[in-house]
């Protein structure tokens, strides 16, 4: 057990491809046996992975889920950012151009209207829980919008470590909703062309949790509501330690 182990161990990241590969089989089976194929097995592969990631975390007393046990450390890495935003641009190269320009008007305004209802959102929430100054208040409302806007204004606006903590633990909820709801709503609201899913990624915003999301309804729509969700980000880097965080210190003082 111990020569097999330390296999493993050297062998993360290959052995980390052979236990999702391992999930995504037995998440197509609970799909088409539980669900008669109602429901994704990208889905089922998504709740499965995170109850996997807290039992990790409880039996090890680590952040990092199932990677905090050596033989599983390679998720870590395929997890990460580096193989996900890989992921994410390696997407842009299924795009139809023709299909980005029937978004029109529609998706630029999803795209602003998604990230100001969030950071409205995220605001009001921070206030709601004492959080009443304005660096608070953009940092937790930006992270409302993403996981990875709230540290880019938090670091920006002097925020404290514990607040962007939060800002990042509000963006991460979101990405977890994001990811497992959207093929439950999406036959609800028509989510099956890539002009809903574009408008989708930009009233949603984050990238992991609508690639996901999508991947798990439709893996066709995810380059559009993928590259939308990426432009997201984008406008929330540059609205949140500027517009939003000026505009909290006209309302609030500071």
């Known amino acids: 057990m111990e020569l097999v182990a330390g296999v493993l161990e050297r062998n993360g990241l290959l052995f980390a491809f052979v236990v999702v590969g391992a999930m995504m089989l037995i998440s197509g089976w609970l ?26 975390g409880i039996q090890t007393g680590g952040e990092a889920g199932l990677a905090d046990i050596a033989i599983f450390g390679g998720l870590g890495l395929m997890g990460g950012a580096m193989l996900r935003d890989f992921a994410i641009v390696a997407t842009a190269y299924g795009v139809d151009l023709q299909e980005i320009k029937k978004a ?6 999803s795209l602003l209207l998604g990230v100001i209802v969030s950071f409205i959102v995220g605001a009001a929430v921070a206030a709601a829980f004492g959080y009443t ?13 993403t996981y990875i806007v709230g540290p880019v204004t938090g670091t920006a606006v002097g ?7 939060l800002s990042v633990a509000a963006g991460l909820v979101k ?21 809903a899913a574009m408008a989708y990624g930009g ?3 984050t990238t992991s949790g609508v690639a996901g999301g999508l991947a798990a309804t439709d893996k066709r729509l995810v380059p559009y509501g993928a590259m939308t969700a990426t432009f997201y980000t984008g406008l929330g880097c540059l609205l949140g330690p500027s517009v939003f965080y000026f505009a ?3 309302l609030f003082g500071g």
Do not use: H, W
């Open 31 to 56: 799909s088409k046996t539980l669900t008669r194929g109602r429901l994704q097995g990208s889905a089922i592969a998504i709740i499965l992975g995170l109850v996997l990631a807290y039992a990790g």
């Open 104 to 109: 029109g008007a529609a998706g630029g305004l």
């Open 133 to 145: 100054d304005p660096e608070s208040m953009a940092t937790i409302g930006s992270g409302a919008a």
């Open 159 to 165: 925020a404290s470590s514990e607040v962007i903590a």
């Open 175 to 195: 990405a977890v909703i994001v990811m497992v709801g959207t093929p439950m709503i999406a036959p609800l609201i028509g989510l099956n062309n890539p002009k």
């Open 203 to 205: 009233l949603m915003g």
């Open 248 to 250: 909290l210190r006209f």
